[in-house]
T-cell receptor, first 111, second 116 residues
Framework: DAKTTQPPSMDCAEGRAANLPCNHS???????VYWYRQIHSQGPQYIIH???NNETNEMASLIITEDRKSSTLILPHATLRDTAVYYC????????????FGQGTELSVKP | DAGVTQSPTHLIKTRGQQVTLRCSPK?????VSWYQQALGQGPQFIFQ???????QRGNFPDRFSGHQFPNYSSELNVNALLLGDSALYLC???????????????FGPGTRLTVT
């Protein structure tokens, strides 16, 4: 079973920030938080990952709480092309790339 | 730089038949993982190959088998197809050797298998 829980769906207005929450209260100390997204009928796309510190790349920012029990993915200026299912996954090196996907959050960006 | 490629794109098979799906990893990657994604569900991990060996396996029956070649490409074989095997089959590649505790996986576009 997935170690993360996410809301099933969210809406966001185009141009506004999309904040996608994820709970991972049973995450282990050596597990990273990964975010992937899947646009309809395509393969999942890696977005960002983090362990303890907040992370930012060209696609998004990841905010991890100090107790590591939850995180938030931030898309700073959502566009219609960001409409997708977003998956939050906890995984460690020992799991060797075995990603356990949950149901994810279906984000709809509306004009 | 070519990403992960999969073939064929679509496939229709009859119940009881066998099927082989193929995957070429992203250049520089040494590990291939396979996932099954049923309609409306998240991908489910089937198995992973590294150094031509099955390194990890998910909760799938022995009808699902695989192979990795010296050039790191991989095949997924499914025998005695059932209607429930209809799904999108995804291949993901990553670099396991030399990793420092974390690594991203890059997914291909998938093969849509329909079993009738």
């Amino acid at each position: 079973d997935a170690k993360t829980t996410q809301p099933p769906s969210m809406d966001c207005a185009e141009g506004r920030a999309a904040n996608l929450p994820c709970n991972h209260s049973t995450i282990s100390g050596n597990e990273y938080v990964y975010w992937y997204r899947q646009i309809h009928s395509q393969g999942p796309q890696y977005i960002i990952h983090g362990l303890k510190n907040n992370e930012t790349n060209e696609m998004a920012s990841l905010i991890i709480t100090e107790d590591r029990k939850s995180s938030t993915l931030i898309l700073p200026h959502a566009t219609l092309r960001d409409t997708a299912v977003y998956y939050c996954i906890a995984s460690s090196y020992n799991q060797g790339g075995k990603l356990i996907f949950g149901q994810g959050t279906e984000l709809s960006v509306k004009p | 730089d070519a990403g992960v490629t999969q073939s064929p794109t679509h496939l229709i098979k009859t119940r009881g038949q066998q099927v082989t799906l193929r995957c070429s990893p992203k250049s520089g990657h040494d590990t291939v993982s396979w996932y099954q994604q049923a309609l409306g569900q998240g991908p489910q991990f089937i198995f992973q190959y590294y150094e031509e060996e099955e390194r990890q396996r998910g909760n799938f029956p022995d009808r699902f088998s695989g192979h990795q070649f010296p050039n790191y490409s991989s095949e997924l074989n499914v025998n005695a197809l059932l209607l429930g095997d209809s799904a999108l089959y995804l291949c993901a590649s990553s670099l396991l050797g030399g990793s420092v505790g974390h690594y991203e996986q890059y997914f291909g576009p998938g093969t849509r298998l329909t079993v009738t």
